[in-house]
């Protein structure tokens, strides 16, 4: 009797693992029509893969966009056909139970060589959204004390303007 049982949870979970794979398949494929839209200066495809509440967190400090203003950010670069142009060396993805949120981290070739993106998707009428992207350059440890040098001036003046 107990080997049925066990027999029956290891089917179960069987069956859970191989959805996740279809969905991490379908999370991969959305993440990179995100990637190829903006390399191909497509922003109707860029931001339809977005939430409509989403945000988007650069580089810099500053940059903690809403999806709106996002879109108004990026529209001249699009409009030039001079979007961005990242793609995806390594990628992990992870997803809830329920299967409604998931989240990734993503190391990317760029023209600001290797950055880390990752993030939060949500799924919407059974398509899986953007909700939350945050992109980072990466920082060599041997080299954090020059970068900390070039970024100190610049950034004093953001936590200033903060703590107002």
Not at 34 to 62: C, L, P, R, V
Not at 99 to 114: H, I, P, Q, S, V
Request: hydrophobic share 40%.
């Amino acid at each position: 009797m107990m080997s049925r049982y066990l027999l029956g949870l290891l089917v179960v979970y069987s069956l859970q693992l191989k959805a996740q794979d279809g969905e991490k398949v379908a999370i991969t494929a959305v993440l990179d029509g995100w990637h190829t839209a903006a390399a191909n200066a497509d922003y109707e495809a860029y931001f339809s893969k977005m939430t409509s509440d989403g945000a988007f967190i650069g580089t810099d400090a500053e940059e903690n966009w809403s999806v709106k203003a996002f879109k108004e950010f990026s529209k001249p670069y699009f409009d030039q056909g001079k979007a961005w142009s990242f793609t995806a060396l390594k990628r992990n993805i992870y997803i809830s139970e329920d299967e409604k949120y998931a989240w990734f981290d993503e190391l990317l070739d760029t023209w600001m060589e290797l950055c880390r993106g990752s993030g939060v998707l949500r799924k919407e009428d059974g398509q899986w959204k953007i909700a939350h992207y945050v992109l980072s350059m990466t920082v060599p440890n041997d080299h954090a004390n020059e970068v900390i040098a070039l970024k100190k001036q610049k950034e004093t003046l953001v936590k200033e303007k903060i703590k107002r």
